[in-house]
């Protein structure tokens, strides 16, 4: 499955965006989708997982509450609603892809076969 990020840009602390994810190649359903983000100096850190049909999600402590996963598979895509943006959010956000769902082990990004290009997120203070 092919990955494609978008949706990212310069905001100021307090404001939102919402990332976009668009897969192809595969039953874009048959996969767990995830974002993780990346720091410039710091490790690929988990941000949110969706299951198949959306009907399970999870989040890191660092977004829970400002962040919301969701999927649309009628249009095999991933999205990441994130308010209350802070400076520390401050990454490049990327989307990933798992055939197979471990609930103890989703936020791992050795397990996500397949990832996108990533889009730069900015947050100004």
């Known amino acids: 499955v092919q990955l494609q990020a978008s949706g990212g840009g310069l905001v100021q602390a307090g404001g939102s965006l919402r990332l976009s994810c668009a897969a192809s190649?595969?039953?874009?359903?048959?996969?767990?989708m995830a974002w993780f983000r990346q720091a410039p100096g710091k490790e690929r850190e988990f941000v949110a997982v969706?299951?198949?049909?959306?009907?399970?999600?999870y989040y890191a402590d660092s977004v829970k509450g400002r962040g919301t996963i969701s999927r649309d598979n009628a249009k095999n895509t991933v999205y990441l609603h994130m308010n209350s943006l802070k400076p520390e959010d401050t990454a490049v956000y990327y989307c990933?892809?798992?055939?197979?769902?471990?609930?103890?082990?989703?936020?791992?990004?050795?397990?996500?076969?397949?990832w996108g290009q990533g889009t730069q997120v900015t947050v100004s203070s």
């Open positions: 990933a892809a798992d055939a197979l769902f471990s609930s103890s082990n989703y936020g791992n990004p050795r397990r996500y076969d397949y």
């Open positions: 190649g595969q039953t874009f359903s048959s996969y767990v």
């Open positions: 969706i299951t198949y049909s959306g009907g399970l999600t």
